[in-house]
């Protein structure tokens, strides 16, 4: 398998994961590969979310590309297949749990007394095409999907949302490598959370490299085997 492309950084008050895009094969026009891309934009999300508390998570994103911009030093920002990830932050902030949601990660929420909140930008899901040529077309427009690059402008088109933190039993974050537990192999999004609160992280990502390694070829679109994090929180 490959090297894993995603970054997870948490702290007490707030979660990052970031699911970098497999480099498509197409000219990138940058010196630096997709792990890169997804650890600096983390790295510097992060900082923003300590040092500039005040800012909402559309402006913590927006900051975060630019400062990321800066390093790339010799690179051609105007390639649309630039090195680019997804990006899902939760924050505990002025009583509330604050959620973004860019491309294809996951933020789930359990609420007390029960309803789960899914947050999913499902975006790549609808395209007309799939072909390379296709989705380098369509990456970062409004007719297709958007995805933390090259685009500061990407910020403004993440989903985001809150609830009162005291209405919080337990979230979790997540790659689309997990999230395929749930859309590929049946599995609900409240066994999810029981799986991740009762046996780790890790024991879930075990049971999902389990279904796809017994998944039938060519029963779903895309890579058989896909980079997988998870974050579980209660508050």
Not at 90 to 102: A, D, H, K, Q
Not at 155 to 182: C, H, I, K, N, Q
Not at 200 to 228: M, N, Q
Request: proline residues 3%; negative net charge.
């Amino acid at each position: 398998m490959s090297a894993n492309e995603d970054f997870v950084l948490a702290s007490e008050r707030f979660v990052v994961v970031l699911d970098g895009a497999t480099a498509s094969g197409m000219p990138t026009g940058c010196v630096h590969d997709v792990a890169w891309l997804a650890g600096r934009l983390g790295g510097r999300l992060a900082a923003v979310l300590i040092e500039r508390p005040e800012l909402g998570l559309v402006e913590v994103l927006r900051e975060g590309i630019v400062s990321t911009l800066a390093l790339h030093a010799g690179c051609d920002l105007r390639n649309p297949d630039s090195p680019s990830s997804t990006v899902a932050v939760v924050r505990e902030r002025g009583g509330l749990l604050e959620w973004l949601v860019l491309a294809d990660s996951w933020v789930v929420v359990e609420r007390v007394g029960g309803g789960i909140v899914e947050v999913h930008d499902d975006r790549t899901a609808h395209l007309p095409a799939y072909d390379r040529a296709s989705v380098s077309r369509l990456r970062n427009t409004d007719e297709g999907f958007w995805v933390a690059s090259t685009r500061p402008e990407a910020a403004d088109r993440a989903l985001t949302g809150s609830v009162p933190a005291a209405e919080v039993r337990r979230f979790a974050v997540v790659t689309d490598g997990v999230s395929r537990l749930v859309e590929r192999y049946g599995w609900s999004w409240a066994r999810v959370l029981d799986a991740l609160e009762q046996r780790g992280p890790a024991a879930v990502v075990r049971e999902l490299r389990a279904a796809e390694a017994a998944a039938e070829a060519g029963s779903f679109r895309g890579k058989r085997y896909d980079d997988a994090t998870a974050v579980f929180g209660v508050l």
